[in-house]
């Protein structure tokens, strides 16, 4: 049976959804890979600031963790149910940015963090997003 052209939307914008994360967590994984110290110096207050060995390296693995992160979210065929658990994942994020924003770790970070708020925010409701329309999908297709 051909699938609905509803159907068809929903999953097409879960892509979507999907591939813009994706580009995020590589874009901002590649920028902290490959230049650590500018990554550094935008998101720590000065005083904070060092740029030995360790932290340039700690920046780097992060980033390269990121962008291992965006390929697998760029190419994994995501259901409902990993959509959900990925979006549970920013929960961490979202309170390491209200620690360190609004919370006792105030003043380490510039105020470059409610950026990466924002973000997070962004990969959390687009994981429920997308989590929402892959199940409406596989609703339709069961009735089906």
Not at 14 to 23: E, K, N, P, S, V
Not at 30 to 56: F, G, N
Not at 113 to 131: E, M, T, Y
Request: glycine share 12%.
């Amino acid at each position: 049976m051909p699938i609905s052209k509803t159907t068809q939307q929903n999953l097409r914008t879960a892509r979507r959804i999907q591939l813009a994360m994706a580009l995020g967590y590589s874009g901002l994984g590649a920028w902290c890979l490959l230049h650590p110290t500018s990554a550094i110096r935008l998101s720590l207050s000065p005083q904070y600031i060092t740029l030995d060995r360790a932290p340039v390296l700690i920046m780097r693995c992060f980033g390269a963790q990121a962008m291992t992160c965006g390929l697998l979210l760029g190419v994994a065929d995501m259901t409902r149910k990993s959509f959900l658990a990925f979006g549970a994942a920013m929960v961490p994020y979202l309170g390491f940015n209200a620690w360190f924003g609004v919370g006792p770790g105030r003043g380490v970070f510039t105020p470059w963090l409610w950026l990466d708020f924002v973000g997070n925010v962004g990969f959390f409701v687009g994981s429920l997003w997308c989590a929402r329309l892959i199940g409406e999908a596989e609703d339709v297709q069961k009735k089906e």
